[in-house]
């Protein structure tokens, strides 16, 4: 995933602070799209890649739902891409704040990979519990994966057979 700092619902309200915090976040975003786009290109090169030894390889691109990044031309593409969708949600991931909270940030990750699919699509918010509020240190926290996300993908993607139709991996 990219830094989305740039993109999320704080970044339009600040937005409207003055010319300086403008043209940083202007900035910010420049260098997200600019890193979106060499993503597109990587995929580009797997999908090569793949042709050339007859088989195929997967990716999945994560960023909050509702970050402004998702409405661009390059997340339009990434969508476009990589059309599967899962929504998870932090809390039920284990994402807590320094007081212990359990905090709502919810991923939206786009894949070609359907190992990916049912596994994270499982941790949505039970809705039993208060949310603590993303903000402060608590913010660059939210930055990293849980532990638990982390187990979640790599179990999907190391334990799911890959299939081989007509002598060509899947």
Known sequence: ALPCTAWSSWSRLNYQRGEETRQKIDDQRAASMCMVRR???????????????????????????????????????????????????????????????????????????????EPLSQYRCSGDHRHGVIEGEDTARTAYYPPAMAEVVGVAVTTSPLQIVDGNVQ
């Open 39 to 117: 993503f597109l290109g990587f995929l580009d090169e797997l999908e090569q890649l793949a042709a050339t030894c007859s088989g195929t390889l997967r990716a999945a691109f994560e960023w909050p739902v509702g970050c402004l990044g998702w409405c661009r031309a390059e997340g339009r593409e990434v969508c476009k891409r990589l059309p599967m969708r899962v929504v998870c949600a932090g809390c039920a991931l284990g994402l807590r704040s320094l007081k212990d909270e359990p905090l709502l940030k919810r991923w939206q990750i786009q894949t070609d990979d359907e190992r990916l699919v």
